[in-house]
């Protein structure tokens, strides 16, 4: 017998083989085989590719109201197949065996065709489902306004660098006029204080000097003291501006 979703002797699902597919992976499906007589039932599991499938177990013993679980694993492949299509199928064949046989005392001659015999049979054809991958690069519609650009790595968004070296260098272009103002506002300041001090002095000098021509001396220790230091202040002026 063939096709359908049970024989007479096996009740079998699903009714076809469907193998996730996906290239350069192995994938596995498994089909149940449910014995609804009070016999004893012998199967055996063929392919029409017996190279590109795995079946286990490929034959075996179903005890009366018992079921089986027969996984198929198909071989991974370089390549899909044209319009996702294949050709291959698998055929189950049963027949009644003696009460208390074993997986060990199955043998060919067992699913023989002779008069007399029943042996049933049940096709299963093989489909490819797709599986589908997760698109790595997501469309534009769902990058969104929060979606990092393509500069940032490591949590850096580096498209942002150039903007903050930018406002930094203008920061610190404002602060140097501001230092460069500080620093001839306190030059000045005291440039203005030692010339007031010259002026000073150059007064006490011109006093002393009266002082000395009055008495008819010569210069004092004071007045030496006096020329020496506004040597010094001038000295000073000059080398500051």
Do not use: W
Not at 83 to 97: E, G, H, I, N, R
Not at 120 to 135: A, C, G, I, Q, S
């Amino acid at each position: 017998m063939s096709g359908g979703g049970s024989v007479s002797f096996l009740e079998i699902q699903p009714s076809e083989l469907a193998f996730p597919f996906e290239i350069m992976r192995q994938s596995s499906c498994s089909m149940q085989l449910t014995n609804k007589t009070d016999h004893y039932v012998a199967f055996k599991v063929k392919t029409t590719n017996p190279k590109q499938y795995c079946v286990r177990p490929n034959i075996g013993v179903v005890l009366p109201g018992s079921t089986c679980n027969v996984t198929v694993t198909m071989q991974a492949q370089k390549a899909s197949p044209p319009d996702m299509q294949c050709k291959d199928k698998f055929l189950v064949q049963s027949v009644v065996a003696e009460n208390g046989v074993t997986a060990q005392d199955i043998n060919a001659a067992m699913f023989n065709k002779e008069p007399g015999k029943v042996v049933d049979e049940f096709k299963l054809r093989v489909v490819y489902v797709p599986t589908t991958m997760p698109n790595p690069i997501p469309e534009e519609s769902e990058l969104g306004s929060s979606t990092p650009s393509f500069s940032q790595e490591n949590g850096i968004d580096h498209s942002m660098t150039p903007l903050s070296v930018s406002r930094s260098s203008a920061e610190t272009a404002k602060e140097k006029p501001s230092e460069a103002t500080s620093v001839i506002s306190k030059l000045t300041e005291e440039k203005m204080s030692a010339v007031q001090q010259n002026q000073k002095l150059r007064q006490e000098l011109e006093l002393l000097r009266k002082e000395s021509s009055k008495t008819g001396g010569g210069f004092s220790i004071t007045f030496l003291f006096v020329v020496g230091l506004l040597g010094i202040v001038v000295g000073y002026i000059l080398k500051r501006t």
